[in-house]
T-cell receptor, first 114, second 113 residues
Framework: AQSVTQLDSHVSVSEGTPVLLRCNYS??????LFWYVQHPNKGLQLLLK????ATLVKGINGFEAEFKKSETSFHLTKPSAHMSDAAEYFC????????????WGLGTSLAVNP | DAGITQSPRHKVTETGTPVTLRCHQT?????MYWYRQDPGHGLRLIHY???????DKGEVSDGYSVSRSKTEDFLLTLESATSSQTSVYFC????????????FGEGSRLTVL
């Protein structure tokens, strides 16, 4: 069985400060992991993905995430927040070969203050 | 980038009426999906398709049907809409077979009064 937990429903940071959005997962086999971003009234866009290659994954817009098997975590980070980063972020765990098995986190709302 | 168009983008309807949402892609991606997004529930899979006339149920398929008569179109039908089906509906296509990456449309907001 698979599950995903986003540990914070809301995160607020100041512009220029680091961003940390936390995600823990549970999977009975080697998972694929994704982070998606959703800006207000928009569709979802893939930020980055882990599929059993390098454990440090770099994505778009300066975001990156590190797969830590021992901690069952896939936290999303960015060194310096920008106002345009304000959005909803979703952590997703799945079996890469079967999208029916994608499990979505409930999302973390990121606010960026000037 | 793959082009996905959802229509209508916004719809208000009354309980008991049929509703059809359309998802159109401009490329020949095999896999297409319908999700609904609700506060507190994240994204939940309604139905998906793995080819023309090939569809299967997701986790919240009750009250919904789908059809895929052409590669480019995936229709979601609510035969008799209920207030619990008020939601934002997203269509997605699978970009890469092995990684599971999805590309989403911009959503269709449905309100059932």
């Amino acid at each position: 069985a698979q599950s995903v937990t986003q540990l914070d429903s809301h995160v607020s940071v100041s512009e220029g400060t680091p961003v940390l959005l936390r995600c823990n997962y549970s999977s009975s086999y080697s998972p694929s992991l994704f982070w998606y971003v959703q800006h207000p009234n928009k569709g979802l866009q893939l930020l980055l993905k882990y599929t059993s290659a390098a454990t440090l994954v770099k994505g778009i817009n300066g975001f990156e995430a590190e797969f830590k098997k021992s901690e069952t975590s896939f936290h999303l980070t960015k060194p310096s927040a920008h106002m345009s980063d304000a959005a909803e972020y979703f952590c997703v765990v799945g079996n890469a070969g079967n999208n029916r098995k994608l499990i979505w986190g409930l999302g973390t709302s990121l606010a960026v203050n000037p | 980038d793959a082009g996905i168009t959802q229509s209508p983008r916004h719809k208000v309807t009354e309980t008991g009426t049929p509703v059809t949402l359309r998802c159109h892609q401009t490329e020949n991606h095999r896999y297409m999906y319908w999700y609904r997004q609700d506060p507190g529930h994240g994204l939940r899979l309604i139905h998906y398709s793995y080819g023309v006339k090939d569809t299967d149920k997701g986790e919240v398929s009750d009250g919904y049907s789908v059809s895929r008569s052409k590669t480019e179109d995936f229709l979601l039908t609510l035969e008799s809409a209920t207030s619990s089906q008020t939601s934002v509906y997203f269509c997605a296509i699978r970009m890469e077979l092995n990684t599971g990456e999805l590309f989403f449309g911009e959503g269709s907001r449905l309100t059932v009064l």
